[in-house]
């Protein structure tokens, strides 16, 4: 009985980091423009998150602050499968844009979100 007492605290501890993992989303930790940056017209978005994705359930959608949809070109995957890219089609003009984003992780769990930054003259 004894070693049953001691055996249960170590299966308990195994079971809580397993579903630790299992519960595993991808959440975006960088971005190329950044969060509120101000800078000259990105050539590119690039979206950097915690676990690997499902590109054929992701995406990026760029918006400006007339509501209308930015030309992007096909979104990618970069070769650490977190990071998430998609080519600007047009120059982008001085102003406010948001990036709109939603991904599947390869663990099967969907995140999205969504962030601004403002291109300079």
Same mark, same amino acid.
């Given at each position: 009985? $004894?070693?049953? !007492?001691? #055996?249960?605290?170590? %299966?308990?501890?195994?079971?809580? %980091?397993?579903?630790?993992? #299992? @519960? +595993?989303?991808?959440?975006?930790?960088? $971005?190329?423009? +950044?969060?509120?940056? &101000?800078? %000259? +017209?990105?050539?590119?978005?690039?979206?950097? @998150?915690?676990? #690997?994705?499902? !590109?054929?359930? $992701?995406?990026?959608?760029?918006?400006?602050?007339? /509501? =209308?949809?930015?030309?992007?070109?096909?979104?990618? !995957? /970069?070769?650490?499968?977190? =990071?998430? #890219?998609?080519?600007? $089609? %047009?120059?982008? +003009?001085?102003?406010?844009?948001?990036?709109?984003?939603?991904?599947? &992780?390869?663990?099967?769990?969907?995140?999205?979100? &969504?962030?601004?930054?403002?291109?300079?003259?």
């Amino acid at each position: 009985m $004894s070693r049953f !007492l001691r #055996a249960f605290p170590v %299966a308990g501890l195994i079971m809580l %980091a397993a579903a630790g993992q #299992a @519960f +595993a989303h991808a959440h975006l930790k960088a $971005s190329t423009p +950044a969060d509120k940056a &101000s800078a %000259a +017209a990105p050539a590119e978005i690039n979206l950097g @998150f915690t676990e #690997a994705l499902d !590109l054929k359930f $992701s995406g990026i959608a760029v918006v400006g602050a007339d /509501k =209308t949809d930015v030309a992007l070109g096909d979104a990618v !995957l /970069k070769d650490d499968g977190k =990071t998430l #890219a998609a080519p600007v $089609s %047009a120059r982008l +003009a001085p102003g406010a844009y948001t990036v709109n984003w939603h991904v599947l &992780s390869v663990d099967g769990h969907k995140t999205n979100g &969504s962030f601004t930054f403002t291109v300079t003259p």
